[in-house]
């Protein structure tokens, strides 16, 4: 089975502070995603990458950066953490190529600006 | 453009009743659809897909979902649910991009609140 992991699951952090959110996968997927999850608002895309150091904006980069040095894992950087971010976040990764293949989610992070 | 819509945010049934989710998407290419369901402080997880072939899909937990092209739907359905199912259920669409590869567009979810 896939699995996608998310260094953690609750995340307390202070407004004003760099934050870091990390996710590994360990299929060799090509494709990581990076969403925010909100009431009422769904699934919105912040950033995905198809390939090593490669990275393209989703729906709602602002406020975001990612990294991805090593195929397996994908960061996602609040540069200055505001009391909007406040959110869950889910990390996901595909294949790139496959029209049946799904994404597959890790467990989310459930993240608290103050 | 794609773009996936669910009808109904919240959904109440009684245990043991009927539920259909409703989805509907736009699309002006072949369509690969999916169905994930979402626990309460979990991840997503994937219920059923379709590709193509057989219109009705079944999938995990007794859920199944009907392909209808003329009306671009592809509603879940389950014939009799339980406690247990109550979830946020989510409708996707897949794309495939030349540079990128695939991608992936939700709908904004339903909730399924299973009544005892």
Known sequence: ????????????????????????????????????????????????????????????????????????????????????????????????????QPQHFGDGTRLSIL | AQSVTQLDSQVPVFEEAPVELRCNYSSSVSVYLFWYVQYPNQGLQLLLKYLSGSTLVKGINGFEAEFNKSQTSFHLRKPSVHISDTAEYFCAVRRHFSNTGNQFYFGTGTSLTVIP
């Not at chain 1, 953490?81 to 990764?93: E, F, G, I, K, R």
């Open chain 1, 1 to 100: 089975d896939v699995k996608v992991t998310q260094s953690s699951r609750y995340l307390v952090k202070r407004t004003g502070e760099k934050v870091f959110l990390e996710c590994v996968q360990d299929m060799d997927h090509e494709n990581m995603f990076w969403y925010r999850q909100d009431p009422g608002l769904g699934l919105r895309l912040i950033y995905f990458s198809y390939d090593v150091k490669m990275k393209e904006k989703g729906d709602i980069p602002e406020g975001y950066s990612v990294s991805r040095e090593k195929k397996e894992r994908f960061s996602l950087i609040l540069e200055s953490a505001s009391t909007n971010q406040t959110s869950m976040y889910l990390c996901a990764s595909s294949p790139r190529q496959g029209a049946g």
